[in-house]
């Protein structure tokens, strides 16, 4: 079965530190790969996506992901992570038509 | 900016009754989407829409239904709803056509459902 992993439930960072949030995936073919955040009590917003080309892909607040074929993985970084930051994170990969979600990550970072 | 505006924020509903949950979006999208969200379960497709009058069952539509009678709206129904419907519904819309997969989607804010 096609399936997305976010290996953490919780990432805790201290401001100023870089973060990284996780994400696996297993599915056939060359997905499309995207992350989404969601901040409380709003829907996800997108923040960047992997079509094809370089595997570091910039995207909205500072954030960057790197996609590693080898590994199946498109982690999700910020070189100094602000408080604002705090959110839970959503991981999605499209083989085919759907969408398919990770779980989600929260994200908490401490002043 | 996108806007995709879910009518009811909280809805408080009893078991048996019929909801309806309403979604608009204001940028002409071809497609529309309904997700349930669940701690831990990430977000699961109920249904989706590719045109007016057109819908597709997603992962999840065991006791739901859906209605896409003009393009901007697309409504989520609960024939009879059950306590193991209370969740968070998200509405999202995408700009292209439905199998251009790259395409971003763009979510409400979500409709916080509890049924008693």
């Known amino acids: 079965a096609q399936s997305v992993a976010q290996p953490e439930d919780q990432v805790n960072v201290a401001e100023g530190n870089p973060l990284t949030v996780k994400c696996t995936y297993s599915?056939?073919?060359?997905?499309?790969l995207f992350w989404y955040v969601q901040y409380p009590n709003r829907g996800l917003q997108f923040l960047l996506k992997?079509?094809?080309?370089?595997?570091l892909v910039k995207g909205s607040y500072g954030f960057e992901a790197e996609f590693n074929k080898s590994q199946t993985s498109f982690h999700l970084k910020k070189p100094s992570a602000l408080v604002s930051d705090s959110a839970l994170y959503f991981c999605a990969v499209r083989p085919t038509g759907k969408l398919i979600f990770g779980q989600g990550t929260t994200l908490q970072v401490k002043p | 900016d996108v806007k995709v505006t879910q009518s009811s924020r909280y809805l408080v509903k009893r078991t048996g009754e019929k909801v309806f949950l309403e979604c608009v979006q204001d940028?002409?999208?071809?497609?529309m989407f309904w997700y349930r969200q669940d701690p831990g379960l990430g977000l699961r497709l109920i249904y989706f829409?590719?045109?007016?009058?057109?819908?597709e069952k997603g992962d999840i539509p065991e006791g739901y239904s859906v209605s896409r009678e003009k393009k901007e709206r697309f409504s989520l129904i609960l024939e009879s709803a059950s306590t193991n419907q209370t969740s968070m519904y998200l509405c999202?819309?995408?700009?292209?056509?439905?199998?251009?997969?790259?395409?971003?989607?763009?979510f409400g804010n979500g409709t916080r459902l509890t049924v008693t």
């Open positions: 999202a819309s995408s700009d292209l056509p439905a199998f251009t997969y790259n395409s971003p989607l763009h």
């Open positions: 829409s590719y045109d007016v009058k057109m819908k």
């Open positions: 599915v056939s073919g060359n997905p499309y």
């Open positions: 940028m002409d999208h071809e497609n």
């Open positions: 992997y079509i094809t080309g370089d595997n």
